[in-house]
């Protein structure tokens, strides 16, 4: 069964573009991996998924539908730098807001909502920590929230935004534990990576990008095909150069 | 009894300034509010002498359209000019109030308003107009101002979840379907009715004071966003409070001594923390280490 | 009296040249606030120089000029200092803080000019010009003291333009050059708080934002280096400000300062629509320059392209024709437009590409097919959608670009379709 299909998926954030005719489909049930270079647009695909960029080409379908259609079977992990953590907020408060995608205005949240966001916290071994204040939490503190909070969505579809960067050891074991987890109940879940040598240990799929795809498969496939190929890394700067200056020259047309 | 009436409508609007500045500042946009209340006065001004009176509603259809028209002046700028957002805020808060000063200039004579009643208010002429709604009697402006404030509750307390998560993390809140930009939109919609309001009563000044002297105190003071909210609201009231003590003790404009108020215990907050921190500085970076022993392994 | 006659009144030519010195000495120090994102900082200043005029008002109980100044320059700067000593607090953030400023020195303003008003103190109502400006009521002696803060102005950002400029760019630089980084800041602010005193005079403290930010930013959409920036945006200050003075003048009951502030707000969106590098006017031409450009070198290619397959070098009209409409009808027109630029020739009753002509074909075929290649060989694309990249790319690489690519490619003689790859001239 296909979770994700990508059909030449090109994204452009003011003069630069990010993404450029991708094209692939991800199959449910694995563990997927995003892999590329900086400024590969690996996060721009993701924000994609979740319908978070507009696309300026092309389209995406979360089973076989819109993503505005399927929000609820969908649960999205931003990148941890995005937000103020200096917030007046728990711990607590921010698994909680995993479960705000059902309630409407006004409901306030209710008991099982209550027990999901706890469960969340067990989860990734933050449940002693649930009322501490998210300006007293470390890196991988913080990042094990978001995950908790990714969790306590109960989706089928995560999307994590690079749930391994820059993280302690402990929070490393649980995020993988977590992932073996989500796959042990097939689910499917999308990870933006940035290390390509661990890819072959951990996840089923990858996808290869710079820019452009520069393949998607099943691991052993696309990492011999990366290594023959050579694709990964300096030939292709050529084409995100070119890329800028043509963007550059359309938007200038378009926007000015 | 007009010293109630006065401290009343004061403490009304004082409340719902707090509620709605304690979003604004932890949204990062309390500038956004200041340029509204500037900018919405040509709109007012403009209300005025089309109906020729004060009604609430062509003022507020006025002052709504001026802030539309300032919004998209300043999306334009920032988006098709690419002028920073500062910049954009002040060119546009600034032209805009030229632009309601000269209005009430030219035609003053048939404007119940003059330029420096704009600016800081004509608090102690509030219980000179009374009106009487169910058979209860009170100043005109205290029924305006107590309409916004169960307004403004009643917003924050439908929307206090979503208020919550959009200002925390906006990209999760449209990944769920909450949209950032709407929200946004919602609470500078309200910040401008209040400006409305507020700008015939208490004057410019003192909108912005209020939006943010409350609001900034209590970020100082609390941790958690309810008591940050409860917080704001008991600095709002000893604002007005002490503002009302020192304008009857020294007398001079009430509006002024509350802003005096508003923003001076922000910075007695902010000194008295330095004092307080210096000595104990050394240890805050251990808070979070700390956190990580205690880090559980998975189950 | 004419207009002609109010306008050339001694008095009013004071107000005039004495505004738009004003003006131009803002619009200099507003392009370095604009450029350092400190925009709203000239906000918070010119609102907080109103209790330092009150204070000086009740020590001296008149309203000397140079009094009157020191008190605004001493409360400006305490402003500053206060949002410096603010920025200790981390969790206080920028917007909070200016408005904290903001709020305590106007209140504090507010309350002493009302205070000064109640106790019917002699004079003190003057003092409220200095909230919205009265700038036709400006004196010789202010005019005079205005000047001279102007030429301190003017004098040093001409001194230290290199250093201001790099350090508006990027402090860390600067630092890292080993520029005085403490006494330039130091410097910047001065500037800053001069500016804003005598624009108080001008504008009003409520307003002399406007006069900082407007200039800056009808100016940066009009030019695109610096200097030109400074210079054009005290022209246009200058101009806006003696116009609202003019216009305040003929029309009864209108305050000076706002007006000044409406003309400079007209002229910038003036700018802004119809002027502007990035106007709307501009991009519908430079857009249509573009396109013209790209069909002339799509003919010219479906020309080279017909030639290479036949072999043959020339053809009748009527052959022309068709080739031409079989892509597209305006390709005439292009056509046209070609044989006019002599690149396409009529010779001998046949038609032909001229040398030139045939030239430029070759560079635009030779991108094409590099573009093919490299799109096949390193990005992996399937061969079908080769070609509509190659496409795109082919009318908008710089040459430097497809140097490159071609010695990255190993200087290859065909393309994937099996093609020749046309050689440089």
């Known amino acids: 069964m296909i979770a994700i299909e990508c059909r030449d998926v090109t994204v452009q954030y003011g003069h630069r573009v990010a993404l450029w005719g991708v094209t692939c489909q991800l199959p449910a049930g694995r563990l997927i991996a995003i892999v590329g270079p900086n400024g590969a647009g690996k996060s721009t695909l993701l924000r994609a998924m979740v319908g978070l960029v507009r696309l300026s080409r092309g389209e995406i379908r979360l089973f076989g539908q819109a993503p505005e259609k399927v929000r609820r079977r969908v649960s999205y992990m931003p990148q941890r730098e995005t937000v103020d953590w200096d917030f007046p907020l728990t711990v607590f408060d921010v698994v909680l807001m995993g479960c705000y995608g059902e309630l409407r205005l006004g409901a306030r949240p209710r008991r099982e909502h209550y027990e999901r966001a706890q469960r969340a916290l067990e989860l990734v071994g933050m449940e002693h920590h649930a009322q501490r204040l998210l300006s007293e939490l470390s890196g991988g503190q913080q990042q094990r929230v978001f995950l908790a909070r990714a969790l306590a969505q109960q989706a089928e579809l995560y999307l994590m935004d690079e749930p391994l960067a820059g993280v302690d050891a402990a929070t490393e074991q649980v995020v993988l534990h977590v992932l073996e987890e989500l796959r042990r109940q097939g689910k499917t879940v999308v990870v933006v990576h940035h290390d390509l040598s661990t890819i072959a240990e951990r996840f089923d799929w990858v996808v290869l990008l710079n820019l452009r795809l520069v393949a998607c498969g099943a691991v052993p496939e696309v990492l011999t095909m990366a290594n023959l190929h050579g694709a990964y890394g300096g030939r292709l700067q050529m084409l995100s150069d070119v890329a800028q200056v043509l963007e550059q020259r359309r938007q200038r047309l378009r926007h000015g | ?299 | 009296m004419s207009w002609l006659e109010t306008l050339s009144h001694p008095l009013v030519l004071i107000a005039l040249g004495g505004n738009a010195l004003i003006a131009a000495v803002l619009a200099l120090v507003g392009c370095l606030v604009v450029l350092r994102r400190e925009a709203f900082v000239g906000d918070v200043l010119g609102h907080s120089v109103l209790p330092g005029i009150a204070l000086a008002f009740v020590l001296v109980q008149s309203e000397q000029p140079g009094v009157i100044l020191a008190g605004a320059l001493g409360a400006a700067a305490a402003a500053m200092l206060l949002l410096a000593a603010l920025r200790a607090e981390p969790r206080l953030r920028e917007d909070a803080r200016l408005g904290v400023v903001l709020s305590l020195f106007f209140g504090v303003g507010i309350v002493l000019l009302t205070v000064l008003q109640r106790h019917g103190i002699a004079h003190s109502g003057s003092l409220w010009r200095f909230l919205f400006g009265q700038a036709a009521g400006i004196t010789p002696a202010e005019l005079g003291m205005a000047a001279a803060i102007g030429a301190v102005v003017v004098a040093a950002i001409v001194l230290f333009w290199r250093e201001l400029q790099v350090m508006s760019f990027d402090a860390e630089f600067a630092q890292l050059v080993g520029l005085p980084i403490g006494w330039l800041e130091l410097l910047y602010r001065a500037l800053v708080l001069m500016a804003v005193v005598v624009g108080v005079y001008s504008v009003g403290a409520v307003l002399v934002s406007a006069m900082l930010i407007l200039p800056a930013i009808a100016a940066r959409a009009l030019v695109r280096r610096l200097p030109s920036m400074l210079l054009g945006a005290a022209v246009l200050a200058a101009m806006s400000a003696a116009l609202g003075v003019g216009l305040s003048g003929l029309v009864a009951g209108v305050p000076t300062g706002p007006t000044i502030v409406l003309v400079m707000g007209a002229v910038t969106a003036l700018v802004m629509l119809a002027g502007a590098r990035q106007s709307v006017l501009m991009r519908v031409l430079q857009r249509g320059r573009l396109v013209w450009q790209q069909r002339q070198e799509d003919v010219l290619k479906l020309l080279y392209k017909r030639l290479e397959s036949s072999g043959q070098p020339e053809w009748s009209g009527g052959e022309l024709l068709r080739t031409l409409l079989s892509w597209r009808w305006s390709a005439v027109l292009v056509a046209l437009w070609l044989a006019l630029q002599g690149k396409l020739r009529y010779r001998a009753r046949r038609w032909e590409l001229s040398p030139n002509g045939v030239r430029q074909a070759r560079q635009i075929v030779r991108r094409h097919r590099l573009w093919e290649l490299y799109l096949e060989r390193y990005v992996g694309l399937p061969p079908e959608q080769l070609h509509n990249d190659a496409e795109m790319l082919e009318h908008l690489l710089p040459p430097e670009m497809t140097a490159e690519l071609e010695r990255l490619l190993g200087y290859p003689t065909h393309d994937p379709h099996g093609r020749p790859i046309p050689p440089e001239d």
């Open chain 2, 1 to 299: 009894m007009d010293v109630v009436w006065t401290l009343a409508t004061a403490v009304t609007l004082a409340l719902a300034c707090a509620l709605l500045g304690s979003f604004l500042a932890l949204r990062r946009t309390l500038l956004l509010g200041d340029a509204l209340s500037h900018a919405v006065l040509p709109g007012v001004v403009l209300a005025f002498l089309w109906s020729g009176s004060r009604e609430l509603l062509p003022m507020l259809l006025g002052a709504g359209a001026a802030a539309l028209m300032a919004t998209l002046l300043l999306e334009l700028l920032q988006w098709r000019f690419r002028v920073h957002p500062d910049a954009a805020l002040g060119a546009v808060l600034a032209t805009f109030f030229a632009a309601g000063i000269f209005l009430l200039s030219r035609f003053a004579g048939q404007v119940d308003l003059d330029a420096e009643c704009v600016l800081y208010g004509e608090l102690a002429y509030v219980p000179l107009e009374l009106v009487s709604v169910m058979g209860v009697e009170a100043p005109r402006g205290l029924w305006t101002s107590a309409v916004l404030l169960a307004g403004v509750g009643l917003f924050v307390w439908l929307a206090y979840k979503e208020l919550a998560l959009v200002s925390f993390d906006p990209t999760f809140a449209a990944s769920i379907g909450r949209s950032p930009r709407r929200w946004s939109l919602a609470l500078m919609g309200l910040t401008a009715a209040v400006t409305v309001v507020a700008l015939e009563l208490v004057g410019a000044i003192l909108v912005v004071a209020l939006l943010v002297g409350p609001a900034a105190g209590a970020r100082l003071l609390t941790r958690r966003l309810p008591q940050m909210l409860l917080v704001s609201a008991l600095l709002a009231l000893s604002s007005v409070g002490v503002g009302y003590g020192l304008a009857w003790a020294f007398d001079g404009a009430l509006a002024g001594w509350i802003a005096v108020v508003a923003g001076g215990h922000v910075v007695v907050l902010v000194l008295l923390r330095r004092l307080r921190k210096a000595p104990a500085s050394a240890q805050e970076p251990f808070a979070a280490e700390q956190g990580d022993d205690h880090a559980q392994q998975p189950r």
